[in-house]
Every structure is written in C-alpha cells, then in structure tokens.
C-alpha cells in the first residue's frame, strides 16, 4: 500500500470535519433544547428554532439580552461575561424571561452556558443552551411553597399569626397578594355558624400580604366586611368549593362588590383564587389570592394547592379557636376568683393592676386582719388554661381559711405547702396521658402589715421578693429569704422577715413576668419612685413603661401605701387584773362609744362582750391587761394578757353558774378569734356597724 493510501478514509467511514458538520446541523435542527452560539459580543450568531412565533433567522445579531425579554438582564450578562472571562461552564441556572418578540408572561428558562476556544486557544464565543422548565418549576414552586405553609402555619395558638403564616409562605412565591379573612366568631373563640356562610356573616382581615394592598384602605388588617352576594367571594363561601376567577377589565362582579374592585384597581391584579376555610362542613373564613402583571395566571394546577393550603390553615385556625375559648374561659374564671373590690382597710391603701395574658394563674389578694392588720398576698400558679385558673381558686381559697387562723406568715405558707403537696398526690392519680397529670409550678409571697408597729411582716414561698419606696423616694428591694415553691418537693422551712416602716411608705409585690427581659426591674422602680402620686397611677405609670410585647404569660402587680390608725379611731387601756375591771371597762366603754356616737343597741352589745372578755382575762389570764377598742368599717375589741392559754366555746349545761361567757360573745359578735404573739395572747372580737354618724 502506498503512502498517499495510508491516510484516506477506509470503507464506511466520514471525514472528521464532515462528521462534526453533520452533528451541528442535526442538533440545530432536531434538538429540544434551544442552542445559541454567541460571539465575544453577546450577539447571536446562529440560533435553532425555539417558537414558531419568532423564526431562528431573526435572532440572529441580536445581543442575548434582547432577544429574550429577562427580568434580570443585567445579571444575566454578568453570567455569561463571567463565563466568557474564566472558562468556567455555568449549568443549570434558572432565569426568569422569554423570546422578546414572543407574546405572554416571562417563563423560567434554565441556562447552561460553555466557552468555545479554537486549537489555539483564542477564544471564539459561547454556546448557551436553554431548556423552558417552566412547567418543572412551577412543581417546585408549590412544592416550596406547600412544605412552607407546613413549617410556618400552626405553630402558634394565636388566629392572627396562624393567618399571617399563611401570607408570609404564599407570597410572593405563589401569590402576588394574599388576603386571610376570618368569621368574627371565630377570633372571639366562639363556635362558627354551622353550613354554608350567609351573606349577613360578618368577616374580619386577619392577614394582608403583598404590594400596595396592605396600604390600601379596603386592605387594611382589622377590617370587617360582609360578603356581598354573586362574588367569587359569597359563591366559594356558599358551596364550599373555590373559584378560580380571571380578571378583566370588565369583570361583572365589580358592581357587586366595589370595596374588593378598588383593591384589584389599585394593586392591577388579574388572576384570582378564593378558597373557603372549612372544617368539617363549617366555613371559618376565606383565603384570596391574586397575581399581578409580571406574573403567569392562575391555572387549574394551582388550585390544588390553595385548598391543601387552605385545609391546613383552617386546622389550625380551628385549633387557635379552640385554644381562644378555653384562655377566655380560663381568663373569665380568673377574674371572678380574683377581689372584686379593694375593700377599704384603715390603716393600709391599695391598688392593683392584672395584665391579661396566656397565663391565667396571676393572682393577688388583701385580707383583713384582727387588730386593723392586713394580709398582702400574690401568687402565681405557671401555665395556660382553666387548670391554673381552678389551682389559683384553690390556692386562694386556703389562703382565706388560714389568714383567719391568725397565723404567721412563715405557718401560712407552710400550710398552704402542705395543701399544695396534697393536691399533686390527686393529680398524679389520674389516668396516665391526662394532660392535668403533672404538678404545675407555683408561688406565692405572703406578707402581714401591722398599723400600731408599723412592721411588715413577710414570707415567701419561691417567689420574687417585693420592693419598698420609702416617703423620700428611696427604692430598695426588701431582703426576704425565699423559700421553696409551691408543688416542689423540697422540704425545705419557710422564713419571716420583718420590716419596720415609716408612715407612707409603697410596698410592690409583682409576678415574675412582671421584671422579665432586659431593664425591667430598673423601669419599675422608676416608676415607682414618685412621690404624691396616687397607687393606681403608679399602677398605671408601670404598666405605661413596659414595651408593647412585654408580659405575653400575664402579670399581676399589688401596691399597698402604709399607715397608722387615726388616733380619734383608737381608744386602749391598761387595766388592773381585779374582780371590779370589768365594771370599770363597761364605764369605759360606753364613755368612748357615745363620743363615736354609736347607736345604743351596739354600746350595749359591746358593754356585754367587754365584760366577758375582761371576766375571762382576769379569771384565767395573767397581767398585765389591756383593752383596745378600734373603730373602722366595723368595731373591733382586744384584750391582751400575757397568758397564752387559749380559751374555748363550750355550751353550758342549765344547772351550770358559769361558761356561758364566750358563749355569749359569739352570739353579738360577727367574728371572734384569739391571737398569740411572743408577750402573749389577745381575745378579739368584731361587730358590724350600720354607719359612723361622726368621723370625728
């Protein structure tokens, strides 16, 4: 064979250069992808046909921005300008446009794009191909958009921000505008009307997402409105089913309905889903979602997604409801276990603020005392719903029992632990997976104030420790040892501390919400230190000082301004401990009595049971003896001795000469008890007085 035949082609076979012609000539003329070949200008050089709309010829020296209409031009030349620099393939890049001579929206194009070099390495252009996964990215998109709606709805119990989830994953990836209507029934927790929604069903915004709607009047949240009848609208609220509704320029439901045709107007959408939020045949409201120019219409595979949406949303709308009734129930019941009134006490003024929340546990009392003592007492029992409402009825309940007892506040709380403790054993013996089950945490701070000391006396059961603002504005935080907590299982005793007070001072007992986040504490000490101002608008001035979201879980806040008995409304004696007191005593008595100007019947009365107290003292007690009469809302009787032997009711018998005493006693009286201090004990009694004629 002769060398000229070495190199010829053997049977069957094409030249190189024939081969490669051949192959470009067949993917520019059979490949689905669109193939453009750029020169170092951007300028198409050779394109195949993409649309039958725009001929492959009329590319052709066109930069590749203009021939296709780009949202982002400029990026996409900063793209292939990088390419073109450095050689690196760019792949799979989706870009949003669409031939420029071609009619309808932009469309997702995804673009890979290549340098072409020559055997020397000089660089010729760039080959672009560019596939429309229009259809594929829109699959995408509703897929994003669906796992969105899961992740960003229902993780609240709160209506408003479940709607606002909704609008903050719908747009702007499914909707340009999205609108989140509500039953006004359903944002007060109440049940929804049952079957299709009437036209006179009135519905609130809720949630209003996308441009210019939000600032339009008609889109504004809050909003209320009727549906008005043959809308979109009213139909997909009646049936149940949505509606899928193309906007024209003269679309017949306007005049219906000009409240929604102005927001279409103003924000130019035209293409509109409704879908009904429904549960179990119920509506609880409507969803809307429009697009605007820029944006593909809504089609038929849209749908399917709005009302998987929108069945999600109503789920948890209805969960938010549900949860909206139990915290009103919970907060209803609250509010009626709490004081009704101040009540007025003689020596002690007070005022009180309750922030509303998720917790409905915060709670506050003043109890009146024997001797013009008052009980300052707050709690908080940890956790929403009528559970911590009904454990703070209980807690306040034995408070109640046991501030009659006269004990210190050191034995309160202890017993209210002990009260506590038995009512977790009740719980733990529910059915396993009872949601009441577990112990909530609780705490409580109780605190005596006495008039004629001037000592406040307090003890606290884990709870923060109250803050004093003394009459010359000074705030200190009282130094109280903190105790465990209600429903602990620590075992650990409780202690006093005891505080003597000037005339005037500001005791603040709060919860700890109350002093959460960052400065709280200084804020309302600040506010507290303002000399001459009234409690309640110190109350007030706190409340003003705390940031719009402070206090989600709730507050309570209790002041109490200290004072003494007036002394033209205390009359006190110490006596000889002689059979002739109690003669002496009755003298006594009636003396002040008519200068109070009391009525007879009641100096009478109280004649009697001084008497029999003084009897009692002299016989059984030991001196030195003492009487204290103090009037106020009622007419309180003390005798102190330095006995602490206690004595008892006991019914005498009719042969019997003695031990009808305290018999007698607590058949004038309206309340009696005895009160033992370190020096001894008192016998009290209180009557009731139908009106003091003098102050004086």
């Known amino acids: 064979m002769s060398d000229s035949d070495a190199g010829a082609p053997g049977p069957g076979s094409t030249p190189v250069d024939g081969m490669a012609a051949a192959v470009l000539h067949t993917l520019f003329a059979q490949s689905a992808v669109g193939l453009h070949v750029?020169?170092?200008?951007?300028?198409?050089?050779?394109?195949?046909?993409?649309?039958?709309?725009?001929?492959?010829?009329?590319?052709?020296?066109?930069h590749f921005t203009d021939a296709y209409h780009l949202e982002e031009p400029d990026k996409a030349e900063r793209l292939l300008r990088g390419v073109l620099d450095t050689g690196v393939a760019l792949r799979d890049e989706v870009i949003r446009g669409r031939l420029q001579d071609a009619p309808g929206p932009s469309r997702s194009l995804r673009v890979s794009v290549y340098r072409l070099d020559?055997?020397?390495?000089?660089?010729?252009?760039?080959?672009?191909?560019v596939v429309d996964v229009n259809e594929q990215e829109k699959a995408r998109v509703r897929a994003a958009c669906l796992a969105a709606v899961r992740t960003r709805v229902g993780r609240s119990l709160d209506v408003a921000a479940t709607c606002e989830g909704l609008v903050a994953a719908v747009v702007p990836v499914f909707a340009d505008i999205a609108v989140v209507e509500v039953v006004e029934e359903v944002l007060r927790g109440t049940d929804p009307p049952t079957g299709p929604l009437g036209h006179d069903v009135p519905l609130r915004r809720a949630a209003v997402r996308g441009p210019g709607a939000a600032g339009h009047r008609d889109g504004l949240v809050g909003e209320m409105r009727r549906l008005p009848a043959r809308t979109p609208y009213a139909l997909a609220a009646s049936d149940l089913r949505p509606r899928l509704v193309q906007i024209g320029p003269r679309t017949p439901w306007f005049d219906a309905d000009p409240d929604s045709a102005r927001m279409i107007e103003a924000t130019r959408a035209h293409s509109l889903i409704v879908v009904p939020l429904k549960l179990h045949g119920t509506v609880l409201g409507l969803v809307s979602l429009y697009r605007r120019p820029g944006t593909e219409p809504y089609e038929e595979n849209d749908v399917p997604l709005a009302l998987t949406a929108a069945a999600h949303v109503a789920l948890s709308v209805d969960n938010a409801r549900r949860y909206e009734r139990d915290h009103v129930i919970a907060s209803t019941v609250q509010r009626r276990l709490l004081p009704q009134h101040d009540g007025g006490r003689i020596a002690v003024e007070t005022a009180h603020v309750l922030l509303p929340g998720h917790n409905s546990g915060c709670w506050f009392d003043t109890i009146g005392l024997s001797g013009a003592r008052t009980a300052l007492i707050i709690g908080n029992v940890e956790g929403p719903g009528l559970q911590a409402a009904i454990t703070m009825g209980q807690l306040r309940t034995v408070i109640h029992a046991l501030a009659g007892l006269d004990l210190e506040p050191d034995e309160v709380l202890a017993r209210l632990s002990d009260t506590a403790g038995r009512l977790a054993v009740e719980r733990a013996s529910l059915p396993p997976g009872d949601r009441h089950r577990e112990s909530p945490e609780a705490t409580c701070m109780y605190a005596v104030y006495d008039p004629f000391s001037r000592t406040c006396t307090i003890a606290r059961a884990g709870h923060p420790t109250p803050v004093l603002v003394t009459p010359d504005g000074t705030a200190t935080t009282l130094d109280v040892p903190e105790g465990p907590s209600l429903f602990s299982t620590d075992s650990s005793p409780f202690a006093t501390a005891a505080f003597e007070l000037d005339e005037g001072s500001v005791l603040a007992f709060f919860t700890g919400t109350l002093l959460t986040g960052h400065g709280s504490a200084k804020r309302v000490q600040e506010a507290l230190v303002q000399p001459g101002r009234s409690l309640q608008d110190l109350c007030d001035d706190i409340v003003y000082t705390l940031p719009a979201e402070h206090c989600p879980e709730g507050a309570a806040l209790l002041l109490a301004r200290t004072g003494v008995v007036p002394a033209e409304r205390v009359a006190t004696w110490e006596l000889a401990h002689d059979r002739t007191t109690p003669a002496i005593a009755r003298t006594l008595v009636r003396d002040r009595l008519d200068g109070w100007n009391l009525d007879e019947e009641t100096t009478e009365a109280t004649e009697l049971i001084v008497s029999e107290l003084?009897?009692?003292?002299?016989?059984?007690?030991?001196p030195p003896l003492q009487l204290r009469l103090i009037l106020g809302r009622s007419l309180t009787c003390e005798v102190h001795d330095s006995s602490r032997v206690s004595p008892h009711l006991r019914h005498a018998r009719t042969v019997d000469e003695g031990g009808r005493g305290l018999f007698i006693v607590s058949q004038l009286a309206a309340h009696w008890g005895t009160r033992y201090s370190s020096d001894g004990k008192a016998l009290w009694t209180e009557q009731e007085i139908p009106s003091v004629a003098d102050e004086s």
């Open 118 to 129: 020559d055997a020397d390495g000089r660089t010729l252009g760039l080959l672009a191909a």
């Open 614 to 622: 003084i009897t009692n003292a002299v016989r059984y007690g030991t």
């Open 38 to 62: 750029l020169d170092t200008q951007l300028r198409v050089v050779r394109a195949n046909p993409l649309s039958d709309v725009v001929p492959a010829e009329l590319l052709a020296g066109r």
